[in-house]
């Protein structure tokens, strides 16, 4: 039957494809065998369970064999084929590129359409974990409003066109050597698009060929051109690490590799096999990897090169650390102006780097100077370190703010006559002084390939629509190399086209079709004999083991050491930021990244780890320095630096360093859609090809008017009774001890838990089966919302907007309490540093559940395996059950959420969760669904369940894997093994509620405790709980 | 006594003699005349008409909030998680607590024979009854999903559901249920007599039969009589504990709960004395125009005022020693939780709320220790409208304070209400004072036969017990001593 290319009308195209089962080496060799069910005489005697099973078998393959496999097509069924069972979900491997790196996702797809992505186990940046960014972008591809059609803007006139018509004209645009044609994309790592890329070149040799990407990691790459002469790229490992310091560095959250660094760090940090890796922070704002820190000191980023040549100086001076010579230039460092606390800091991190030479690791981040980088893998080479580097995969590529000031150049000066952007949105997030918008007008002819009909999709003459990743065919590199591929899930919805494909138009390559040029290009480059197996078992797996780069051993090259010494010289004898000339630190937004997931509903409305303030970025600002600038929490002032000036609101963070304020990027969209625009302060105004991270001399001025931050958690500014009684019972609800102490005295969780005698008015419950249970480890979770995503993803639940969040109507279930930690005796008005502590919070499923007594018409009940069961239809909303619940886990239906969703949302729902009407109650249902979805076969196959078979979307995506959900009664689960251990306690157990979620104690580990008793949880006075011992 | 201000002061205090329930020159037909000629006017006051036209517009304010509300969702309410019980609840509790006088008055006073109660009961007890309708209303509209609400109620249905019995919610559809039931009944039969007296005295045919359907066949026979007294005092012995076990189960809404300020032992007695309380007040509230405007001084006289001020005296007193009771536990029990809880009330962001209920409901009473300020009716009017504010404020610190701050400081709140929840609760006394002015145009406001018993014309015939039992102040004419 023929394809049906163009399905914009109803949206819905069924993709099929090669099942799970069939790249099981039995299955395969079942295929090849061709008619596997006529072989009855191999089969042992059969019993009508075989015969079934055979049965099945065979009809998935005719299946496999009748679709004719594989096949570019993507044909919507006419016929079902054999073997193929509509409601089962499959699932499919592929990618996400975000900066020009791959990470390997598995995505769930239902009757064609994919509802859920999952890190795929297989690729080493994932390890089945995924970034909440990454869920989230599922989202991304039903966006109503993405672009649907090219367009061609004229002579102040708009046309709406076709592929075809792009393609006639393409020929033209795209002529000659490519003298006046530029193409500025993304950073990608694809070998496809390398390859096209190449191909486009040598049609257009004239060409000028351009990456930017506004969030990189380019200056990690220059520190390692300045000392190695050639860029590489650091590939840390932290699971073997004993010291790990990190320099405005958040390698647990803010790096390619964060799933992969996150779950070795929790692996170092296990308490009960003994592992105790230190962490060491110095950074000007809260990083999640410096919440996690056992010490950490707050300082501005310009002076975080202060820190580290401090660091430097002690270990040769009291460590006997032999620089290279030419480093020893940096010595200067010593004669710095430095604080005593910084100074604690350098020298326990000096004394236990040189007691760990070999196995420590110094990690700088993204937004430090090339300089300090280079200095920072002198040390790591002298000091011997966890840190493998292997080659950099495009050595000669110019720095991205290079690159895009190089093209803004040609632009202005006439030289560009066509320009294709493939990606991006270079009018809305290229340095605000290179006016790249303004210089797009000089461009005759610009054409954008965009996901939407964004900033700069507005000012060019053609704009393609682009298909969304999941929509494409592709392929990528993780951070270590490793070949990632990345294949369709359903057919564009929008008629878009990859970046490749376009770029394969203008090339003028016979071949245009992503399918073919990822084939072609792996042909060429693979080795493997059986090519159609090697592709269908790489589609499989998603990635392709043993394809990541070597590790190389680089040699410090002593000529370029004293430049970077120079460098590093430069920063120290810098001004330092005071209040009146704070220094502003751009960022990624850790949701919405550079901007370009504006118009996602679920990352707007996730909670920024630290502030909790959804729908806005905030400029965060230390409360010692607030109160010096007379500004007060939500207070909205004006920033001006260089002639640039926004408002933006403030919010107040306790631990963000005095004179360095913090501002992330990607708000402020005026052409992202309905969801992203207008929302928060574009910071990309203040943003300089000089200083693309780090404003310093800025000005910051209070208007006297205030905005209301839509937080999901109310902040420190609070009346004086509440704040004391917040510090006193935070120490109470998330146990904390120091590694010494617990060690010394497992019971150190548990000694300050004083109640009567626990008497029940009901009769307790009997399992005979199951019972399921969760812990949930403090001491791992980072905080990171990948978990908050995944059951948004998975479990349906609404997006509220700013408004309802305003008013405290959130609707995720699981929620990440951030509690901060001060001095005690400090009062409200008097904090500035704090620590930070994050919980986990979702339904806990209490065996004698407040929530079901009161509930008038029995709408919420328990079940026969211990869970704590929403009846939605039942439910009429009295409320009770969540003024009742002691946890605030509830989430209430005030209105119908889902009314105005567009019918393409509508597609992204999970068929097997309800979607809840307005005036219903709803709340973390452990995943009830998975939990059925297992149960049901088991049950068939009269087996019990296995531990880790059920895993509920929390935990599936957790990268430090915090969260444990198994079956109680069985003594060997890990659940029921975790609830042995002494670590673990229940939250408001004197309530007699008794949780079946049950928390692992938080551990520090501080160099400087000074024995068992020196951190743990105090015991007896009330008024010291909750209370660090300074 | 000393120096009568006027003949309508009856408020002495000599132990010798009874004060008159009645005063001025009345006798039985004066009694009816008055009574009777309110609703056989054939037109009604013009204040009347001004007092409807506003009442009834807030009553449609009340309905279109409804409709807003039923068609939109609770959303457009302030509530939110923690605090998931509002207005709704704190009006619904407020109501109840109002309905509490009329049957107070009406069973408990009636078997302590406390005989002033008859001018007054039947005005009590038909507020009761409007009290009761605009506190059904809400635990109705405050659920999400309206259109289920009947599923609250035990009817055998097809999904052989019963509700939950242990809910405190459901035991508040029972009580609240019986109650109204018992209160309706009460306040019908007591008043056959009197609608049996505007049938005689009817004039027009419509209002001959309606009348007559109402007073179901009353002949004011022996039999009659004696049957109607014996069913009055069973009603009444019914009624008794039903006014302490309605607001007992109320309150279980919050003591059954875990939450802190919620669970409490104490709260029954305090919720029923707090129900008088602001009963009491609202009978003040209204009672007082309502004599003026229809010229009843003589029959509702100073001293029924004064009893009613010397009660919100004393349940006020109740009340504030419930209040410190609950610091003084929350304090003693070492529950740290419901410790903050209490601070939180008297310190935290809720504070405005819980002083401005201290001093409506403590302080504002304490000024009827003296007699002068009691017996001045203006006075007397402004502390019982402060203490129905106080008593709305103290559901209200007890439902919200609580739920802002519980156990977990991360899922704190600050409730605020919308507009729609102010108008809704404003419309609720439009429909309140809607029913009231109906009843006061259409239904005799005093219970005539009872206010006649308690006459000295009643017991001319036991001239030896003058001065003692059942006998009141004198026949009109005769001077007392």
Redesign the interface.
Known sequence: MPPMKNNNETGLTYWQSLDELASTPEFQEAVQREFPGDDWDRLPPATRRQFLKVMGASLAMAGLTACRWPKEEIVPFAHRPEGRTPGVPEHFATSMELGGIALGMLVTSFDGRPIKAEGNRLHPDSLGALTAIAQADILQLYDPDRSRRLLLREGGQQYVKGWSDFEAVAAEYFAGDGTGVAVLTGGSSSPTRAMVRDQFLKAHPEAGWYEYEPISRDNEREGTRLVFGTPLRAQPKVDAAGVIACFDADPLFDHPSSLRLAREFAAARHPETGAGARLFVTESSFSLTGVRADHRVAVPSSRVPVVLARVAHLLVAEHHLELPAAAAGYAGAAGQEISEQEIDFAKLLAADLAGHRGSGVILVGPRQEPAVHAFAAVLNQVLGSTLEYTADPDPDRPSHIEAIGELAAAMASGSVKTLLILGGNPAYDAPADLQFKDHLANVPLSIHLSLYDDETSQHCTWHLPQAHGLEAWGDGAAWDGTLTMRQPLIAPLYDGRSASEVLALAAGLRVTSGYELVRENLRESASAVDFEGFWRRILHDGTVEGTAWDIVQPRLDPGRLAVAVDGLRSLLDADLPSADRPEVVLTADSRIWDGRFANNGWLQELPEALTKVTWDNALLVSPATARELRIDDGEIVEIESEGATIETPVFVLPGQARASMTLALGYGRMAAGQVGNEVGVDAYRLRTTKAPHVISGATVRGTGRSYSLATT??HFAI?T??FK??N???GE?VREASLDAYLANPEVFHDHEHYPPLISLWKDHEYEGEQWGMAIDLNTCIGCNACVVACQAENNIPVVGRE?VL???EMQWI?L???FKTEPGLGSDEIDNAEVVF?P?TCVHCENA?CE??????ATQHTTDGLNAMIYN???????C???C???V???????YHKDLAETSKMQFNPEVTVR?????EKCTFCVQRIEAVRLPARNDNRPIADGEIVPACAQTCPTQAITFGNLNDPKSLVSKSREEKRSYAM?AE?N?RPRAHYLGRLSNRADDAGPDARGVPHGE?ESHGKETA | MSTPVSYLDNTGDDPAVRARLVVGDNDFHSVTEKVCGIVEQPKPPKFWWVAFAASSSLTLVLFACIGYLVT????VW?????V??GYAIVNFVFWVGIGHAGTLISAILFLLRQRWRTSINRFAEAMTIFAVVCAGIFPGI?????W??Y??FPIPNQMS????F?????WD?FAVGTYATVSLLFWYMGMIPDLASIRDRATTKLRFYIYGVLSLGWRSSNRHWHRFEFAYLLLASLATPLVLSVHSVVSF?FA????PGWHTTIFPPYFVAGAIFSGFAMVVTLIIPTRKFFGLEEIITARHLENMAKIMLATGMMVGLAYSTEFFVAWYSGN?YEA?TF??RA???YAWAYWTMVTCNVLVPQIFWFRKLRNKTLVLWVASILINVGMWFERFVIVVSS?S?????????YYRPTAIDVLTFVGSFGLFFTLFLLFVRFLPMVGMAEVKGVMPQAHLDRPGHRGHGDYHGDIAGVEVV
């Open positions: 958690q109310d009346d009774s509440g009684e917040r006193r019972r935070v609800l309802q008013n405290q109507r929620r309490d951030r509690y919980q919070m407040p007594q009161v509930c008038p018409v029995a039942r439910c009429v909303g009295t409320r009770y969540s003024n009742n002691p946890f605030k509830r989430r209430f239906n005030f209105f119908n009407a307005r005036g219903v109650m408001l309530l509620i009330a | 939109t969702g609770i959303g302030g509530l939110q998680v923690p998931g019980w405050h659920v999400g999903r309206i289920f609400a599923w609250l559901m019963w509700p939950n242990r809910s405190p919610l459901l559809v809404d059954v709960s875990i939450m740290t903050f601070l939180n310190f935290g962001p739920l701050r519980d156990y977990l400081p991360t899922s704190w709140g």
